[in-house]
């Protein structure tokens, strides 16, 4: 039998020294980003996503052997357990084939075989299995059992209990069970109906017929989510007769009892095993479908997480609104806020103009350089009003919409309370919409990612799962980027591999009462911070105050030893590297030998790459070699798109069925999976990603409804 660790590798293409390498870290408390970071000798390079599904592997393999075991060891309590037996659960690949091998020693409710079994038909079951050809009338075999007693009245009485009894034999046989799952997942079909005749959202599925290999993700949880709400009525189906074909070769009717046997097989299935596998069909489905969306929301997160940020600059942050105003708040160019309002362009044109003025003065006095609107409601009377506002200051002002999702959550929240204690609840979430244009990563990771807007079904999900997968994918983004130990927000620090809530509170707590950092190595100074904490997060935290410049670097501290002597083998001064005179360390690494200075060193060839990269360019930010953020200064309107119309958009959202696009108008426009590129494609994934700057041409425009068709296929090359 393979392995747990020769399963994960054949499943990942690895050798199994590297996952074996990976495992024992894991048991050893080593964090996904520290392995994937800095262990990268040991496991061949793989990225935090493929360690990611490595580790959930591991789980689930462990948890299906402790199952194993735990079957096993009950089967063999009740004394039933054979070596085949034994054998075929260890053989067991799934959860599901365990449990089937166990369903027939499970305990067991009372039901109506074991209701016949206490009346003692358990042999006449056995005697009508075991047929042949000169078996007597069923009746006359089924005499003996009758017994005014044990409540059997009649012979009829009998056959009915025995036939009870291997109903249930047939709806617990793992190997019946395996053959007609298999038939549902092949051959079954998905069919809903309307349960009401309002009309809903869910009108296109008020008739709605697919075969079960073909369902999409997006279907079956928008079928779920219409069932749980009372509009629709969803069934699983095979054909019956190809089913209790499958049902009657397992009991082999002979001549006399072929008739009873049938009609022991029909009940067996209608009764039990098909509403038992529709059960199971439909839960395989959900979680199918729900893994896709987690995967596709974690997809989505991952670059709106790592957004580039609009960094050293005064911005405005604009939280539209109605009734209640537009909420302002100014933040200096490290997110400190500056200066707060509430105006009310949207309540006539006497209070738009003062609205203008007062933030004109604003701009001035302060000296704005972007101004960041929330994407809610007000948010195209705003943006407006921030045009004219632009056009008044004469320029040298520009602006973004921001999307606002979580925003009012997180203002809500103890930790907003916490961090702005003297502000309204409105106006924090202006602040936060401000910082989410300078640095997106550190404002968004304050917020539940769930709450950030950018999957589907999202609350239908498995919550924990969902919540664990999100929370990695920011783990990962915050680790990649590396954070400034001086100045990150306790959430921020809490994200950093190796630290918790508490550690991430002591920092804080340390900073303010002893001053900024000077080295990393002061860390073993904060309260429940030891050496093991200390190895996970040193390479991710930064001190640019440090007087040793790798302090500033992903260098992990246990390598500095090794970057000094890379830079003593190259023939660099010690000060080349305080100065950042280092922009040729790569080729000159590539000249000198990379495996010769890695030797030379005392570290992985990897390891020695990474160290090169860092002191290339020390505290380099990955975030600022992707595209910039697209920032306006004009507004556009639905009412000014035309078909044909070529257009620069910020990919928003990608779903399975298309990606929306922020043109610049209020509406987001849809881009068709059809129409994403040229080639055929399975998911719009596969060609972009959220937070892309794409070209698109409008295809149709529907002004009442508020909906844009584009086209990125069709858009202008140049």
């Known amino acids: 039998m393979d392995t747990i660790i020769s399963i994960i590798a054949k499943e990942l293409g690895r050798s199994e020294a590297h996952v074996s390498a990976v495992v024992e870290l894991l048991d050893e408390g080593n964090t996904v980003p520290f392995i994937a ?29 402790e199952r194993r075991d735990t079957v096993k060891a009950s089967i063999e309590e009740q004394g ?25 020693y499970k305990p067991k409710r009372r039901t109506r075989a074991t209701i016949a079994k206490e009346k003692g038909l358990e042999p006449l079951a056995d005697a009508i ?9 069923l009746h006359e075999l089924a005499a003996p059992y009758v017994n005014d007693e044990k409540g059997v009245a009649s012979a009829e009485e009998a056959l009915a209990g025995a036939g009870d009894i291997i109903a249930e034999r047939l709806s617990d046989d793992a190997n019946l069970r395996k053959a007609l799952r298999t038939l549902f997942e092949k051959k079954g079909v998905v069919h809903s109906c309307a349960a009401a005749e309002e009309d809903s959202v869910y009108r296109l599925y008020y008739d709605f017929l697919q075969p079960v290999p073909r369902m999409q993700g997006h279907q079956v949880l928008a ?10 009525k969803v069934s699983v189906t095979v054909d019956r007769d190809f089913a209790l074909s499958a049902v009657c070769a397992f009991v082999k009717p002979g001549t006399r009892a072929s008739d ?3 009609g022991v097989g029909e009940d067996a299935y209608d009764r039990l095993i098909e509403p038992s596998l529709e059960r199971e069909m439909r839960a395989s489905l959900t979680d199918t479908a729900s893994e896709g969306a987690i995967h596709m929301f974690a997809l989505n997160l991952k670059p709106l997480l790592m957004q580039p940020p609009v960094k050293g600059r005064v911005t405005m942050g604009l939280d539209p609104g109605y009734a209640h105003g537009c909420k302002v708040a100014v933040v200096d160019g490290t997110g400190k806020v500056l200066d707060t309002t509430v105006v009310y362009p949207t309540q006539g044109a006497a209070r738009k103009r003062q609205a203008i003025d007062t933030l004109k003065a604003m701009v001035k006095r302060h000296g704005v350089a972007h101004i960041a609107i929330g994407n809610g409601t007000a948010s195209r009377e705003t943006e407006q009003m921030a045009v004219e506002l632009i056009g008044e200051v004469g320029g040298g002002v520009s602006y973004m919409i921001v999307n606002e999702a979580g925003a009012s959550v997180y203002s809500a929240s103890k930790l907003a309370a916490e961090e702005f204690p003297d502000y309204d609840v409105n106006l924090r979430s202006a602040v936060s919409i401000a910082r989410r244009l300078q640095d997106p990563l550190a404002e968004l990771v304050k917020i539940d990612p769930k709450a950030i807007g950018v999957g589907q079904y999202q609350h239908d999900m498995p919550q924990k799962r969902l919540g664990e997968t999100l929370d990695h994918v920011v783990e990962d983004c915050v680790n990649a980027v590396g954070v400034d130990l001086n100045t990150a927000s306790a959430p921020l620090l809490e ?4 630290l918790n809530a508490t550690t991430a509170r002591n920092i804080v707590a340390y900073r303010e009462e002893e001053g900024a950092f000077t080295t990393r190595k002061q860390l073993l100074k904060v309260p429940k911070l030891g050496p093991k904490a200390f190895e996970q997060c040193a390479g991710f935290l930064r001190v640019p105050e440090s007087r040793n410049t790798l302090d500033n670097t992903g260098v992990h501290p246990e390598s500095y030893d090794a970057a000094e ?19 040729d360390i790569g080729a000159k690494l590539e000249t000198f030998g990379t495996e010769q200075a890695a030797s030379a060193c005392g570290v992985g060839v990897p390891t020695l790459r990474d160290i090169a990269k860092e002191l290339q360019k020390p505290g380099r930010d990955p975030r600022d070699e992707l595209p910039p953020p697209i920032l306006r200064t004009d507004v556009l309107e639905i009412k000014d798109l035309k078909p044909g119309m070529p257009l620069t958009g910020t990919v928003r959202n990608v779903v399975d069925f298309g990606v929306f696009v922020d043109i610049g108008v209020h509406q987001d426009g849809l881009v068709h999976i059809s129409q994403v590129c040229d080639r055929f494609i399975k998911h719009p994934s596969e060609v972009v990603s959220v937070g892309d700057i794409v070209k698109v041409v409008v295809l149709e425009v529907d002004e009442k409804k508020k909906r844009i068709a584009l086209s990125m296929k069709q858009a202008p090359k140049s």
């Open 260 to 262: 009873f046997l049938r």
């Open 495 to 498: 994200r950093v591999a190796g």
């Open 129 to 137: 299995l075991t047929q042949t050809h000169d078996l007597p009338d």
């Open 223 to 232: 079928l779920n989510r219409g069932e749980k709400e009372g509009y629709l």
């Open 80 to 104: 039933a357990l054979t070596s085949e037996l034994a054998a075929a659960i260890d053989a067991a690949k799934t959860l599901a084939e365990v449990e089937d091998l166990y369903r027939p």
């Open 565 to 583: 002597r890379l830079l003593e083998l190259l023939g660099y001064d010690k000060s080349a590297l305080k100065h950042g005179a280092l922009a």
């Open 37 to 65: 970071r800095y262990r990268k000798e040991l496991h061949g390079s793989m990225d935090d996503t493929t360690l990611r599904t490595l580790e959930e592997r591991l789980a689930y393999l462990r948890s299906l052997q």
